[in-house]
């Protein structure tokens, strides 16, 4: 297992989850502490949007191939928080 997560990651650069950890990890601790919907709802869609335009490879990595993952409402702060403690690994 461990070899083929490095065979996905081979193609993506430091700077590439530096840049993605950065956004995300910063986001994350909001989203996890706020009380607020909108501020919940509002981070969301950033990043939402954030992985529309990020390194497809990176999201497949990420992702583990699920399409809806990082944009499913219901599993959000699991995904969010995932996708952080897998991109402080890459790192």
């Not at 939402?48 to 944009?71: E, H, K, W």
Request: proline fraction near 1%.
């Amino acid at each position: 297992m461990e070899n083929r997560v490095v065979e996905q990651t081979s193609d993506i650069s430091r700077e590439c989850v530096e840049t993605a950890y950065s956004f995300m990890h910063q986001k994350q601790r909001i989203y996890a502490h706020s009380t607020l919907a909108w501020q919940r709802d509002d981070i969301e869609v950033a990043i939402a949007s954030y992985v529309d335009g990020m390194n497809p490879q990176l999201y497949r990595t990420l992702s583990g191939g699920r399409r809806d993952f990082l944009r499913d409402h219901g599993r959000f702060l699991d995904d969010i928080t995932r996708a952080v403690e897998q991109m402080e690994g890459m790192l």
